[in-house]
């Protein structure tokens, strides 16, 4: 059982910039795949990043590349989403999850995640 707890997020101006943290309880956070996903409105959760239990694999969706950082530090158990260039757009829910078995684009999926997060609110003034 993994518990995640998101923190960070806030109002901010669009240029500015947020660190995402995701909190995990449990001693087996290095066995697990992360990533950060978010949900606007009326929209469905939508991939942001993905890193490795290892950090040997990131990627990133196409329009938050160059801008978004994912990290993470396994003694602390908690991974990182540092956000910069903010834009309008990048407003939602902030998510963390957690994936125990991941395979070839497994990462991109929702439903694919073992546990999630509560959630921390972004949200980016024009």
């Known amino acids: 059982q993994v518990q995640l707890v998101e923190s960070g997020g806030g109002l901010v101006q669009a240029g500015g910039s947020l660190r995402l943290s995701c909190a995990a309880s449990g001693r087996t956070f290095n066995s697990y795949d992360m990533g950060w996903f978010r949900q606007a409105p009326g929209k469905d959760r939508e991939f942001v990043a993905t890193i490795s239990r290892s950090s040997d694999f990131i990627y990133y969706k196409d329009s938050v590349r160059g801008r978004f950082t994912i990290s993470r530090d396994n003694a602390k158990n908690t991974v990182y989403l540092q956000m910069n260039s903010l834009k309008p757009e990048d407003t939602a829910v902030y998510y963390c999850?957690?994936?125990?078995?991941?395979?070839?684009?497994?990462?991109?999926?929702?439903?694919?995640?073992?546990?999630w997060g509560q959630g921390t609110q972004v949200t980016v003034s024009p």
């Open positions: 999850g957690a994936q125990r078995t991941q395979y070839a684009g497994s990462y991109y999926y929702p439903n694919e995640y073992d546990y």
